[in-house]
């Protein structure tokens, strides 16, 4: 299931509009019962409405009903891996939990992080 959420993950950030950064990524969310969403970043001029891709696929699970997501994949083009920003962090744990948190680079390096790892004083 892995292989499938890291290539749902870099087929999405193939849709990401960027103009500004020039940095598309791409993530996707994994069910309980197996179901895979995925989103891109979607920036925006004013930078503060840019929507980042871990939301995006989150936020498409929880409008199609889905409640229980147990892991997160994001894929960027960068040497070094990219984490979710402080926003995406939030949500993830509001909405996955602890989940694992897989990060990938065009190159095929990976790493795998609990959100409790990013996130050690979660708001709840």
């Known amino acids: 299931m892995t292989e499938k959420l890291l290539r749902a993950a870099r087929q ?10 020039q940095f598309q990524v791409g993530a996707a969310v994994l069910t309980k019962d197996g179901r895979i969403f995925s989103g891109c970043n979607v920036e925006n001029s004013t930078y503060g409405l840019t929507l980042c891709a871990e939301r995006v696929a989150i936020f498409k699970a929880i409008s199609e009903g889905y409640r229980q997501l147990i892991r ?22 509001e909405f996955c939990g ?25 708001f709840e």
């Open 12 to 21: 999405a950030r193939k849709n990401a509009y960027a103009p500004y950064s």
């Open 98 to 122: 602890d989940v694992p948190i897989l990060m990938a680079n065009l190159k095929g390096e990976r790493k795998t992080v609990s959100c409790a790892e990013l996130l050690p004083l979660p």
């Open 72 to 93: 997160v994949c994001i894929v960027a083009e960068s040497d070094k891996f990219t984490p979710p920003c402080g926003a995406c962090r939030q949500i993830i744990w």
